[in-house]
């Protein structure tokens, strides 16, 4: 997954998200934003994770956020998302250095049942240029979004399939039905056919 690069260079105004913007520089903070809706059917949402200094944190203005800290330890960083009862892809971010202004990686979200879910990520740091052997101190932040179903969009595909359903059936039975009646015409007036068509017997 390519890392994006940070979304600004220029300290955003201070968050009421209990991560003060003087934090010490031994201090990273990590941002989770995540569509607060996603419907079925519809497109998949996003999972943003951010990592970088607490005075360089964006604004995830449309966005549910969820903000935490870990020290600023390590060359390189590996964010694993968690989402219960959604599809998330990638289940994980490739290797990536670590920025003192910010590094942003972003997953997709696909809903398949309606429901409240909590969405996080882990952030694992490391000294190794390639986020080999054992993590130092990690951080996971978690936050909970709320999935919905566009009921209207469901109901008239069910409609419609009840509808092509219930067609199909009704063509059936008057089928059936006039072939009866006409079957009991038949034998009702059967002599009187007889007599028309000159039939003996």
């Known amino acids: 997954m390519p890392v ?23 201090q990273y903070a990590v941002k989770v934003g995540v569509d607060p809706v996603l419907r079925i059917p519809g497109p998949p949402g996003e999972l943003r994770v951010w990592i970088g200094y607490p005075a360089y944190e964006p604004e995830y ?6 903000t935490d800290t870990l ?13 219960p009862g959604l599809k998330v892809e990638p289940n994980k971010s490739v290797c990536m250095k670590t920025n003192p202004k910010g590094s942003e990686v972003i997953f ?6 309606s429901g409240s879910f909590k969405v996080g990520a882990e952030v694992a740091l490391f000294d190794s240029a390639d986020c080999s052997g054992a993590p130092i101190p990690k951080a996971t932040t978690t936050l909970r979004v709320e999935v919905s179903v566009d009921r209207g969009k469901l109901t008239s595909k069910y409609v419609g399939e009840l509808w092509e359903v219930f067609w199909k059936k009704l063509l059936e039975f008057w089928g ?9 015409l038949l034998f009702l007036l059967r002599k009187r056919l007889k ?3 000159g039939f003996t017997g």
Do not use: H, Y
């Open 195 to 197: 007599q028309w068509f």
């Open 61 to 66: 203005k449309d966005l549910k956020s969820a």
């Open 176 to 184: 059936a039905a006039v072939a009866l009646i006409f079957a009991a």
């Open 108 to 113: 997709t979200l696909t809903p398949v049942e």
């Open 4 to 26: 994006v690069p940070p979304v600004s260079a220029t300290p955003a105004p201070a968050a009421a998200n209990g991560v003060p913007k003087n934090a010490p520089a031994d």
């Open 71 to 83: 020290p600023a330890e390590g060359k390189t960083a590996m964010v694993t998302p968690f989402a």
